[in-house]
C-alpha cells in the first residue's frame, strides 16, 4: 500500500512538472520529485513542502497586473487579488505554506486583510486550496466554490476521485454552491464562474472586466486542464472524465481574453513577463490574448495524446 501511495503522488507531481515543461521549457531536477506524506491528523496540515513545491511557493514582490487586479501570490502558485469600493475578492490560496505570504503581499500593496469580503477557488487540490480554510478563518469572508469540488473541499480532500484521500489538506466549507455560469459580485465588480471540469470534477475557470484607462479588458483565471497521471478510460470513480475535458476545451476556446491568467504562474510565463516590465520594454504583457489560445492548444494535445496512449495501451493487453 506505501508503495502505491508513493507512486501516485510522484505520477501527480511529474504530470504537473511535464505540463510546465511544455509552457516553460525548463524541468526540475529529478530530485525534485519527494514524496509528500500523508495528513494524519488536524496538526499534520503545514508538513515540509518538496523540493519541486518549494520551488513552486518562492517569494514573488506583489504587483498590479491591471485595473483592480493585483498579483499576491507565489512563484507558480498563484493568487489573484481584485480589490473594489466595498471590500476585496481573493482567488486561490496556494498551499497553506503560502499564506503568510499572501497576507504579507496584501500589506505591501496597501490594502488590509479584514477588507477581504470574498474567497473563491479554482480547484480543490492542496497547491490550490490548501490555505483557504486558514484565510476564512482570518478574514471572515465568504468562501464560495464551484458546486462539483464543493464536497471534496469540505472533506478537505479526502474521497478525491483518483488519488483517493492521500493529497489532503485542512477542510474548508462553502458558504455558497456555485453552478455553471454563476455570478459573484462585489463593489460593481462581477465574476462569472465557468464550470471546466476535468482536472477535478469542478475546476472554475473565472472570468471578469477590468478597468484601465479608458478601455475595458476582459480578464480570464483559467482552472487547471492537465492530466496528472489519471486514467482516462475504465474510471468508475469518474465516468465522464474525457467528455468534461472535451467541454472543457470547448468552452475555453468561446471566452473573450485580453489578459490570460491561470492557477500555475508558469502557464502564463509570469517570470518572462516580469522581466519584460523590469527591462522597460513598453506596454502591459499581461495583455495577452494569445497566451491563453497557447494553453488551450498545448492542453488540448496533451490531453489527446494521454489518451490515445491509453487506449493503445488497453488494446495491447
Excluded at 501511495?5 to 512538472?17: E, R, Y
Excluded at 476545451?249 to 518572462?272: G, I, P
Aim: aromatic share 12%.
Amino acid at each position: 500500500m506505501f508503495k502505491k501511495i508513493c507512486f501516485g503522488v510522484l505520477t501527480f507531481l511529474f504530470s504537473i512538472c511535464s505540463f510546465q515543461l511544455s509552457q516553460t521549457g525548463e524541468m526540475p531536477s529529478v530530485s525534485a520529485y519527494a514524496f509528500q506524506p500523508i495528513v494524519q491528523n488536524q496538526d499534520d496540515y503545514l508538513m515540509p513542502l518538496s523540493e519541486t513545491e518549494q520551488s513552486w511557493n518562492q517569494p514573488v514582490k506583489p504587483f498590479k497586473i491591471i485595473g483592480n487586479v493585483y498579483y499576491v501570490g507565489a512563484s507558480d502558485v498563484t493568487s489573484f487579488l481584485i480589490t473594489t469600493s466595498s471590500g476585496h475578492i481573493l482567488i486561490d490560496s496556494g498551499f497553506a505554506q503560502t499564506v503568510p505570504q499572501i497576507k504579507k503581499n496584501i500589506a505591501e500593496l496597501g490594502f488590509k486583510l479584514e477588507d477581504i469580503k470574498i474567497l473563491l477557488n479554482g480547484h480543490a487540490h492542496y497547491d490550490h486550496c490548501g490555505g483557504l480554510a486558514d484565510l476564512k478563518a482570518a478574514t471572515g469572508a465568504k468562501f464560495m466554490a464551484m458546486a462539483e469540488d464543493a464536497e471534496l473541499l469540505q472533506s478537505g480532500g479526502k474521497g478525491d476521485f483518483y488519488f483517493g484521500d492521500k493529497l489532503t489538506f485542512k477542510p474548508v466549507t462553502a458558504d455558497r454552491r456555485l453552478n455553471d455560469k454563476d455570478t459573484v459580485t462585489l463593489g460593481g465588480i462581477t465574476l462569472t464562474a465557468y464550470h471546466t471540469p476535468g482536472h477535478t470534477k469542478g475546476c472554475t475557470t473565472w472570468t471578469m472586466k477590468a478597468s484601465e484607462g479608458n478601455r475595458s479588458y476582459n480578464v480570464v483565471f483559467t482552472g487547471s486542464a492537465s492530466v496528472p497521471g489519471y486514467s482516462l478510460i475504465d474510471t468508475p470513480n469518474y465516468p465522464n472524465i474525457i467528455s468534461d475535458y472535451q467541454r472543457t476545451f470547448q468552452v475555453l476556446k468561446t471566452l473573450s481574453c485580453d489578459v490570460f491568467l491561470a492557477q500555475h504562474a508558469s502557464f502564463f510565463k509570469l517570470k518572462r513577463k516580469l522581466e519584460r516590465t523590469a527591462n522597460h520594454l513598453g506596454g502591459n504583457p499581461f495583455i495577452d490574448p494569445q497566451g491563453l489560445k497557447n494553453f488551450i492548444a498545448n492542453s488540448e494535445k496533451n490531453f489527446y495524446a494521454e489518451l490515445k496512449k491509453q487506449r493503445a495501451a488497453k488494446l495491447s493487453k
